[in-house]
């Protein structure tokens, strides 16, 4: 862009130069005529005449000329100083970017160490499942009986699932950084012997079912591109099947702990499911027993009923015969 500026600058200024040059050389010999002719009085008035309106028209276009060569100028100095700020702002934007490369790189120098690249793995992780799972459903640095420990460790109802964050970078940077085919294939089969020995690793330190765990472990892998070489190459993606390792990526664990989420929460559903059952089972016992002695009680408030239907019974034949007496007293 400025030197867009610049070369219509130029241009523009270079026309002005020109026509004003032409025009002031045009009025000069017009006026150096004008005045042999008035001292030599040559030539007819006529064409002195016409000399002198050409020299007229001529001071007119030349004052428009100067006119516009000021107002051009004007406008390219706005513009010019436009340019300007705009250089500043791009020499300082270049600046910061220059800062910001500077400081990229100082990072890139500082996660080049496998254990500082390790932990901030460790950290993500703790992000992820911080976010997806409840606090209770996962163990950070969870250990084992052989003193092995894990990354975390995700409660399910099949045991629990071991999760390694920690993953070789070296070869896989080579890899993608090489020019050189014969270094990337180096890098390659590097990279590959690297993934395998880790998947070794997983699958005999935490692959642990006497302990609890599920037949199967998490490789969490901390970059999509890393992840997509392991599962493109058919060699790794069938050696992680036999190790009984499952690598994920940031996405992909993100899908992994929704489905674990969903059993969870289809766990606590059936828990709490189960714990009505238990109530309600609990109401119908004590149902049945209130049923009992609502049953029990009509027995007795019949039997009290019928006992104290024959009382009256007895009473009123009593009295039948307490009357029948009383008349032959009075007729004694």
């Known amino acids: 862009m400025c030197e867009v500026v610049e070369w219509e600058v130029v241009e523009t200024a270079a026309i002005l130069i020109f026509f004003s040059i032409t025009t002031l050389v045009v009025l000069l010999v017009t006026r150096y005529w004008i005045g042999n002719l008035e001292k030599k009085r040559q030539t007819s008035d006529d064409l002195l005449a016409w000399l002198k309106s050409t020299n007229e028209r001529l001071d007119d276009q030349s004052k428009t000329i100067v006119s516009t060569l000021n107002q051009s100028t004007k406008a390219l100095n706005e513009r010019l100083d436009n340019a300007a700020r705009f250089i500043s702002e791009v020499q300082k934007n270049i600046g910061e970017m220059s800062e910001i490369g500077h400081d990229m790189k100082e990072l890139s120098e500082f996660l080049k160490s496998p254990k500082l690249r390790g932990n901030i793995g460790e950290q993500i992780l703790k992000e992820i499942l911080g976010q997806m799972l409840p606090k209770q459903s ?122 674990i989420l ?35 009680l009509s027995k007795h408030l019949t039997n009290a009923y019928n006992q104290m239907h024959q009382v009256e019974t007895r009473f009123m034949s009593l009295g039948q015969k307490v009357q029948g007496k009383m008349g032959l007293l009075e007729k004694i």
């Open 138 to 259: 996962f163990h950070f640095q969870y250990a084992f009986k052989s003193g092995a420990i894990v990354d975390a460790a995700i409660k399910t109802v099949n045991g629990l699932v071991p999760v390694d964050a920690k993953f070789p970078m070296e070869n896989f940077r080579k890899l993608t950084a090489g020019r050189d085919p014969e270094i990337r294939k180096t890098a390659s089969k590097s990279f590959l012997s690297d993934v395998k020995k880790h998947l070794d690793t997983i699958s005999k330190k935490y692959i642990l079912t006497d302990e609890g765990t599920t037949d199967f472990a998490l490789m969490y892998v901390p970059s999509e591109a890393v992840y997509y070489e392991i599962v493109n190459s058919p060699e790794l993606f069938d050696y992680a099947q036999t190790k009984a390792v499952l690598p994920v990526s940031p996405m992909t664990f993100y899908a992994y702990l929704k489905v």
């Open 262 to 296: 969903m059993s969870l929460e289809g766990q606590r559903i059936e828990t709490e499911a189960r714990e009505i059952l238990k109530i309600i089972r609990g109401i119908q016992k004590d149902y049945i027993e209130v049923q009992d002695n609502l049953g029990v």
